[in-house]
């Protein structure tokens, strides 16, 4: 086998290892401000893996929410409460065992996931089919994902639309001091 | 920030591409990856990176919270009210396919009894398949009443040539409707994630004065 026929195989690798080395750094960061790049840049390879994998939409989804405004409202906090990390005090025995027992749990849970790339899972022959087959002679659109988001499945869509609103509400009424009036 | 020379330049000639592509990735969510929950993202990112190198002030000039707001709840009627056409017009809520269609007129379809209509139904479904599979083998594609030789390649089966023709008439309209309906709801989604990423950006930029 080329080298170009094993092209996706060596992205893989190359992005899920500078993901590993990007999360280790955002650990030992001290700065806050230096974490909070640093997650920028883990979206960002995040969108690229994704890319990688055939998925374009949810590729730029997470460019723009992950490494655009997540980061940037996350700047606007650290803005507010200082860059500087609190030093964490007590125990730390407790948590630390917390944490290696949901990870042991997590990576046992792996083994029941369906094979990397597999075509035989569940998520792919049970409508995904139909909407490949039907999905741009029906809605007369090219882009599969955007019949399936706005049309098909349109009724959740809405949903998530007003989840979006619900939670601004609540943010607005518990943070924002909205009155109606123009705060001084 | 606000007197970083390289900052404030950097911003200022990005802010109108960041914008623009905004604008594009809304308006070609159907050829593209994306649509509108990205594209509103992207245009509240270039608004926000404005009113971060110019304070909120400049930015309140433009957009005020309590229009913020306003538009947000605008964003999810126009998605709902889309729905709520297409039920004005005999279809489901949110079923696009027949907002090109007029006005609706309650009529009984042929007969009132449940078996013609499970008739009709699957006539349609049946001129349906026969449709998608026309159009994957290109049976049906061309096809139109004064199309001679296309009449002839069916002259075994003229029922279902005409069959094929008002099909393909019905799910042309359905076609537009989806369109249109998907234009519709797309607008409403980004409306509705810029102006709430705005409020967000809004309420935690004024607990800083």
Known sequence: MSLLQ????????????LLLLNAIAVIYAKDLMTATILLGIFSLLMAALYLVMGAADVAITEAAVGAGISTILILLVLSLVGHKEKKVEGNLLVPAAIIVFVSLGLLYATYDMPEYGSRYTPAQIHVSPYYLENGPVETGIPNVVTSVLASYRGFDTLGEVVVVLTAVLAITLLLGRFTGKEDK | MEDDILLRTVVKVLTPFIFMFGLYVQFHGEYSPGGGFQAGVICAA???????????????????????????????????????????????????????????????????????????????????????????????????????????????????????????????SAIKGQHLGIIAIEAGVGLTVFSVMMLIFFIFAKRDS
């Open chain 1, 6 to 17: 094993d092209m996706p195989m060596v992205m893989d690798t190359v992005l899920l290892f």
């Open chain 2, 46 to 172: 270039a608004f926000i990176s404005h009113a971060l190198i110019n304070g909120l002030g400049e930015l309140n000039r433009i957009i005020s919270e309590k229009t913020a707001l306003a538009l947000a709840c605008m964003g999810v009627l126009i998605y709902g009210g889309t729905g709520v056409v297409a039920m004005t017009k005999c279809g489901n809520f949110l079923d696009y396919s027949v907002l090109t269609e007029g006005k609706c007129i309650e009529q009984p379809i042929k007969g009132n009894n449940v078996y013609d209509l499970v008739e009709i139904e699957g006539e349609y479904q049946g001129a349906k398949e026969d449709y998608v599979s026309g159009y994957n083998n290109e049976k049906c594609q061309g096809v139109s009443k004064s199309d001679k030789a296309a009449y002839d390649a069916f002259e075994s089966d003229v029922v279902g040539a005409e069959k094929c023709v008002k099909t393909k008439v019905r799910i042309d």
